[in-house]
RNA sequence: GUGGCUGUAGCUCAAUUGGUUAGAGCACCGGACUGUGGCUCCGGGGGUUGCGGGUUCAAUUCCCGUCAGCCACCCCA
């Protein structure tokens, strides 16, 4: 075996190249819709854009290096740094809310497993300066669009959503002390995903009052109800509040025409540390994948990293885990990498005649092969139909002396005997 | 970082209890069907059996290491 790309990076041939630009254009497409534009930021920044928010244990997983003048660099393993430096700096200046959207190559320096790799394009739309509710729902539809627009369903996909806002003010009407809320975060963030004796165990862990572990124990129980979490606690003001606003938020979502595809979650707490209101994920109805799609509130983030105080929400969306579901589910477009025309000619001394004709199709904007070495006539319709060409530019002798070509369609073998020119003029 | 499974041509796979120059289909290149493709037939290129050691008269086949891939854990994009 010859020695393929590093592992974890990938070498895209044309079809796969053909796949990742159709999911790019879908993107790209739908973020349009909704108003916002694209933006871009450098692959390789200072390391410490990425150590300043997430301390120093995160260089293990970062592509880094010393440049030639003595910097720490690294390559980018998430877009929000570069986003929030690049907002700060003219913060003042922009209209607000900011709606942008990039696709960055992101790096990180980890084992690489289905569905990750250690180089993804990574699809980041964010809204920044507007702390409303129609924010969120505004961005959680762009997600939920995209998986329209290739095809998914909310049958194949799901959505979905919570408030850390939400769950605090539950906890912390449960009983559950300040200090104790972030060993009681990640234990329900595992929560679907291992066996209840070891949530359980860790919130007995965490948790000091017994009180409290049996309320935990019941919230758990109606994570997915919001009416029986609102009977339950009632009698917190602060609970009923954020549950208010969660119903807005469901709300705006089903006027935005995508409430079919949410389910409420108060187990969807996600590993960030900087998330601080509404989040949510987008899952593979079968759970045979990681999820899609992670997003949610950060209004403090900016503040931190780029000295600027404004609220902002954003989401990710990979392109290695969405194009395993597609693929699965048969829903990638065949991409076409074959040209629209052949050029061929009957007399294999007429090269530059075919190359003349190439070149008229060509300005004409048609993608356009043929032959570059003689062959016979046979030889370069076999070439031609391997090629995929929809149509062959026939020249022979006599008629092309008098300004004609033979029009063959490749599909059905049918043959027009027209005027070069008026061909071209009608394309 | 930990553990399990796997590793033969570009792809999908063969190779009798370890036994002669490792085969086939598809793909690719070319020829024939005497200058209009898709069919058919013929031929060709392409493998130090992932790599390195070991056991053996003999290793694709057994053992060890290593690299890579897949899966799970960890962690998260």
Redesign the pocket.
């Known amino acids: 075996?010859?020695q393929?790309a590093?592992?974890?990076f990938r070498d895209f041939y044309p079809d796969q190249l053909a796949t990742r630009n159709y999911l790019m254009l879908v993107w790209r497409d739908i973020a349009r819709r909704y108003g916002f534009v694209e933006y871009d930021g450098p692959p390789l920044e200072p390391l410490e854009l990425y150590t300043k928010k997430s301390g120093e244990e995160i260089v293990g997983?970062l592509y880094t290096f010393t440049d030639k003048g003595g910097r720490q660099v690294a390559l980018r393993?998430?877009m929000t740094p570069t986003l929030a430096r690049m907002v700060a700096a003219k913060a003042n200046a922009m209209r607000k809310p900011i709606r942008w959207f990039s696709i960055p190559q992101?790096?990180?320096y980890?084992?690489?497993?289905?569905?990750?790799?250690?180089?993804?394009f990574?699809l980041n739309v964010d809204i920044i300066g507007e702390s409303s509710v129609a924010a969120d729902a505004e961005l959680l539809a762009v997600a939920i669009d995209i998986m329209r627009a290739v095809g998914l369903t909310s049958k194949h996909v799901r959505a979905r959503v919570s408030d850390r806002r939400l769950l605090t003010s539950l906890l912390v009407s449960a009983g559950v002390e300040e200090n104790e809320l972030a060993r009681v975060f990640?234990a329900i963030d595992?929560t679907g995903?291992?066996p209840r004796e070891v949530t359980r165990d860790k919130i007995t862990a965490a948790v000091a009052s017994e009180d409290a572990r049996k309320s935990i124990e019941r919230l758990l129980a109606n994570a997915k109800d919001l009416d029986a979490l609102a009977k339950e606690f009632a009698s917190s003001p602060q609970v009923l509040e954020e549950i208010a606003r969660m119903r807005e938020y469901l709300a705006f979502l089903a006027a935005l025409g995508v409430g079919d595809w949410i389910d409420f979650d108060l187990s969807i707490v996600?590993?960030?540390?900087y998330y601080t209101g509404n989040v949510f994920e987008l899952f593979d109805a079968t759970g045979?994948f990681?999820?899609i799609c992670?997003g949610g509130r950060y209004d403090d983030l900016l503040a931190t990293i780029g000295g600027v105080d404004l609220p902002a929400l954003g989401f990710?969306m990979?392109d290695?885990v969405l194009t395993e579901i597609l693929r699965g589910r048969n829903l990638l477009p065949t991409p076409v990498l074959s040209a629209e025309y052949w050029v061929a000619a009957?007399?294999?001394s007429m090269l530059s005649e075919v190359m003349r004709v190439a070149g008229r199709l060509r300005a004409k904007s048609r993608s356009v092969e043929y032959a570059l070495k003689p062959?016979?006539?046979?030889?370069q319709?076999?070439?031609?139909?391997?090629a995929g060409v929809t149509s062959?530019v026939?020249l022979?002798r006599p008629d092309y002396q008098n300004g004609k070509v033979?029009v063959?369609?490749?599909?059905?073998?049918s043959?027009q005997n027209v005027g070069l020119d008026a061909f071209l003029d009608s394309l």
């Open positions: 075996m010859s393929g590093l592992p974890g997983q393993p998430e992101l790096f990180r980890e084992r690489q497993q289905k569905g990750r790799l250690r180089e993804h990574q990640a595992k995903r291992e996600r590993g960030l540390a045979e990681r999820a992670g990710g990979g290695v009957e007399d294999e062959q016979t006539l046979s030889r319709l076999k070439s031609a139909s391997s062959v026939l022979r033979t063959k369609t490749m599909a059905d073998g043959e």
